[in-house]
């Protein structure tokens, strides 16, 4: 697997307008997660809907698999629920200080410092992706797209983990955490007509409310699924 930091596969060829336009939505994307920090955990501490999807992931994986966390955050939950159950866990994000805070509190993984659109398959693949609340981050038309890239990263059969929030807006700017970011909101059906067109078939599939702990972030429904790629040789 090689991933470059936020923009680098646009970087490869001669920048065009889109090119430096998406570079620079990254950059302030990135800008936002470096002032967040460590308050995501405060604002949002309780995880069970997102540790229950683990747990039913690791019954169904082999042990030791190979797991990418992608958009990893702190590192709390899953890269440590992961670790713990024995996997190999890379962290991939697209924020520096995140990554640092991960890096304490999950020292077992491994961290990889990029942008999930920056994705592309090369080696043995993973065993499992984990993608908890990071494509919201995505105009939607890209999420598609990265659902392509993270179907490539996964062996065949392997096990993919996504959460969204619910709602039906497209790369729309929002004060969360008293930082400016962009989000994405899909409805339910849509995602998982999104996952199937992507290759993915889903085995389990969960919603939730949620009230963060802070007024700086609003109540939301989340949506947790758990997907099964494809085996193409079968
Ligand atoms: C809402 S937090 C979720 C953190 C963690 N997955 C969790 O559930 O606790 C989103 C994380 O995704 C990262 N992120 C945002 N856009 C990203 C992108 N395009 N590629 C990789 N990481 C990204 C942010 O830096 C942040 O750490």
Redesign the pocket.
């Known amino acids: 697997m090689v991933i470059g930091n ?1 923009g680098s596969a646009a970087r490869g060829n001669p920048a065009g307008e889109a090119d430096r336009a998406w570079i620079e939505r ?1 950059q302030d ?2 800008r ?3 002032a ?1 920090g460590a308050r ?2 405060e604002a ?1 501490p309780h ?1 069970d809907g ?1 540790l229950a999807m683990v747990r039913t992931m690791l019954e169904l994986m082999p042990p030791g698999a190979r797991v990418l ?10 890269a440590r629920q992961l670790t713990a159950a024995g996997c190999r866990v890379t962290c ?4 520096p ?3 640092g805070i ?1 890096e304490q509190n999950v020292p077992e993984a491994e961290f990889v410092l ?5 994705l592309s398959a090369d080696g043995p693949g993973f065993e499992a992706v ?9 105009p939607r038309e890209k999420v598609r797209t ?1 659902l392509g890239l993270i179907g490539e990263v996964l062996v065949p059969g392997g096990w993919f983990a996504v ?1 969204m929030v619910e709602g039906d807006v497209d790369d729309v700017p929002i004060t969360f955490l008293d930082s400016r970011i962009r989000v994405t909101g899909i409805l339910r059906d849509d995602l998982r007509t999104l996952l199937s067109e992507s290759g993915f078939a889903v085995e389990h599939e969960r919603v939730l409310s949620y009230a963060p702990e802070t007024s700086s972030a609003k109540p939301e429904i989340q949506m947790f699924f758990l997907c099964h790629k494809a085996d193409e040789r079968s």
């Open positions: 936020p990254e994307q990135a936002a997660w470096e967040i995501y955990d949002f995880k997102q966390d992608i958009g990893s955050g702190t590192g709390l939950p899953t991939l994000d697209i924020s200080r995140m990554l991960a990029g942008d999930v659109m920056d984990t993608a908890f609340f990071v494509l919201l981050h995505l990265a959460a």
